[in-house]
């Protein structure tokens, strides 16, 4: 009987181990985010923020692309 318990512990080990592991991820993952009080804007850049990450709030229109790169582009397709 003590044979088969010793044949057993390591797997049990594992489990545990294992257990525990998904445990203690799933409560960083799910725990609650930031300092707290809720009434603060998110700036994780969720649905609420967008742009929050890269610093761009997506109302700034002043996007112009150059005008040499395009022209170059095309001349390389048109040539090749």
Known sequence: MLSDLSALLPPLLVCIAFLVAVWAFL???????????????????GPENPGAESGRTGDDDSFEPDPKSDSAETRQRSDG
Do not use: L, T, V
């Open 27 to 45: 409560k960083h993952e799910m725990g609650p985010r930031g300092s707290g009080s809720g009434d603060e804007p998110d700036e994780s850049g």
